[in-house]
């Protein structure tokens, strides 16, 4: 992994210091004659292991050209390495064609590819530096976006032209075209021998990169869901391991991550998209969620929206993983609904520490929600089997809660009674004894009873005493139904004044 990384900083160091000569005129261009064919042949079969391995085919087509092209050797192999690597990260299947051909005194090398394709609003802006094409779907997302800008400056110092076409979801092709022979070449630069450099040299950083992007055997796999590879610490003492699910499309990081954890004794998955973890989240629920922003398919954002949309996946606690540091960044991800924010690069005991905490938080969530669950629970059934009836008033005076008991006394459906405010529910109260109380209850946050007599669907009057009590999000209302006791009242008094 060192040694890969390696390469790879050493080439984005390379490209660098070019775009940096050329700026100031300072390139040490040497153009050689140069069997263009034979060179560019060599060049695209440096890919075939990879291609082989990601089930492509690699299609070369260079027969010899009547006369030597005059090239800088190190520019051209930059230029071939660097189309071909770009066809290759975004081409999932299909195939990759490179063909030579003379044309009109030009070398004319075309690199067609089967792949995702790009957006015609992005082709005009494809060689600018640093930019990166939003949303393409590849093996990675990995890049730094200088890569295409290096070959049109290259190109342009043979006195050449690249040109792009492309199709979304059928493929693109670039073509470069070279003037044959020196006469257009400054005559300093001209140099009468051969380069015979080994191609394998330079070609090895791309090639290892390529690799790079695949799905890899070692220690966890970059591909689908069903093939993914359960990563295991040593067995503990009958200890049930947390679960962490890692994602990245990175293969170096997911491997450093899932050995942090795996030394930790948690049990890890991994994978390299968020489909592939979601279909993971699925299959069997995780105890965390470690997720890289940027991946292909589907990325880490909208991975965490889906899970946070899903009643029974909404409470998965879940680390986002992001390049991009600062405050603006780890805002936009807590508010997308992210438990934790880590930018790299980052240290291991930060990234431990930080897995620790969040799958300890979301225990204690986990177990208060579970007490708070039981206790309502025990409520419900207490209030069920109450002899009077309950109901829940919200602040806004709407019936959020009512026990079967005051169902009865009601004498409607729960359905019809819910969600509606009291003064719909029953016209006419909002300015009588039991509106007035159920407003002072709600303004002064102290409890309050009162005593109202209603007429019955058969004429007669029912006595009912209210109490209301103020809770948190509005007023608790108990109601029974007192019109014996106020009978048996009202017949005391008339034997208590009989002579």
């Known amino acids: 992994m060192a040694h890969r990384n390696a390469l790879r900083l050493l080439r984005l160091v390379n490209t660098l210091l070019d775009f940096s000569r050329i700026e100031e005129g300072r390139i040490?261009?040497?153009?050689?004659?140069?069997?263009?064919?034979?060179?560019?042949?060599?060049?695209?079969?440096?890919?075939?292991?990879?291609?082989?391995?990601?089930?492509?085919?690699?299609?070369?087509?260079?027969?010899?050209?009547?006369?030597?092209?005059?090239?800088?050797?190190?520019?051209?192999?930059?230029?071939?390495?660097?189309l071909l690597s770009n066809a290759f990260k975004f081409t999932l299947e299909g195939e990759i064609a490179v063909n030579l051909r003379e044309e009109g005194g030009n070398a004319r090398l075309t690199v067609r590819d089967t792949g995702t394709g790009i957006p015609e609003s992005e082709l005009p802006r494809l060689f600018d530096r640093f930019h990166r094409v939003e949303g393409a779907k590849g093996r990675s997302f990995e890049g730094s976006g200088i890569g295409l800008a290096l070959v049109q400056e290259l190109i342009k110092q043979h006195g050449g032209e690249i040109t792009v076409s492309s199709e979304m979801g059928r493929g693109t092709l670039f073509t470069v075209s070279l003037p044959l022979g020196?006469?257009?070449?400054?005559?300093?630069?001209?140099?009468?021998?051969?380069?015979?450099?080994?191609?394998?040299?330079?070609?090895?950083?791309?090639?290892?990169?390529?690799?790079?992007?695949?799905?890899?055997?070692?220690?966890?796999?970059?591909?689908?869901?069903?093939?993914?590879?359960?990563?295991?610490?040593?067995?503990?003492?009958?200890?049930?391991?947390?679960?962490?699910?890692?994602?990245?499309?990175?293969?170096?990081?997911?491997?450093?991550?899932?050995?942090?954890?795996?030394?930790?004794?948690?049990?890890?998955q991994a994978v390299a998209d968020g489909e592939a973890a979601l279909t993971a989240i699925r299959a069997a629920?995780?105890?965390?969620?470690?997720?890289?922003?940027?991946?292909?398919?589907?990325?880490?954002?909208?991975?965490?929206?889906?899970?946070r949309e899903d009643a029974e996946l909404r409470h998965l606690p879940i680390i986002m993983l992001s390049a991009r540091a600062g405050e603006e960044a780890k805002v936009e991800g807590f508010d997308a609904g992210v438990d934790d924010y880590?930018?790299?690069?980052?240290?291991?005991?930060?990234?431990?520490?930080?897995?620790?905490?969040?799958?300890?938080?979301?225990?204690?969530?986990r177990e208060a929600n579970e007490t708070v669950a039981v206790t309502e629970a025990r409520a419900a059934r207490v209030l069920a089997g109450m002899t009077e009836g309950y109901m829940l008033l919200d602040r806004d005076f709407r019936v959020v809660e009512i026990n079967e008991e005051g169902l009865r006394l009601a004498g409607r459906p729960r359905e019809a009674i819910l969600g509606r405010s009291h003064w719909e529910n029953w016209p006419g109260t909002e300015m009588k004894a039991q509106g007035l109380l159920f407003k002072r209850v709600m303004a002064e946050r102290k409890p309050g009873s009162v005593e109202i007599c209603v007429e019955r669907a058969d004429g007669r009057g029912a006595w009912f005493e209210i109490d209301a009590y103020p809770v948190p999000d509005g007023a608790a209302i108990f109601y029974r139904d007192v019109s014996d006791r106020k009978r048996a009242e009202d017949a005391l008094r008339e034997l208590n004044a009989t002579p």
């Open 182 to 268: 020196n006469s257009h070449l400054p005559a300093d630069r001209v140099e009468a021998t051969a380069d015979v450099v080994p191609t394998t040299v330079r070609a090895q950083a791309f090639v290892e990169e390529a690799l790079h992007w695949l799905p890899t055997d070692e220690l966890l796999d970059a591909g689908s869901a069903p093939n993914m590879h359960l990563v295991s610490g040593p067995p503990g003492d009958n200890v049930k391991r947390q679960r962490v699910l890692i994602a990245d499309d990175n293969a170096d990081l997911r491997g450093y991550i899932a050995r942090l954890l795996v030394d930790r004794d948690y049990e890890v």
């Open 285 to 307: 629920r995780p105890d965390l969620l470690v997720t890289d922003v940027m991946m292909p398919r589907l990325g880490g954002f909208e991975l965490l929206r889906v899970v």
């Open 28 to 82: 040490q261009a040497s153009f050689r004659p140069t069997d263009l064919a034979t060179l560019t042949a060599e060049l695209v079969s440096s890919f075939q292991s990879a291609t082989d391995k990601a089930g492509l085919r690699l299609i070369v087509d260079a027969p010899p050209l009547s006369q030597l092209a005059y090239v800088d050797r190190d520019m051209w192999e930059k230029i071939v390495l660097n």
């Open 342 to 365: 880590l930018a790299k690069p980052f240290s291991s005991r930060e990234l431990l520490a930080r897995v620790a905490a969040n799958i300890a938080m979301a225990r204690v969530r």
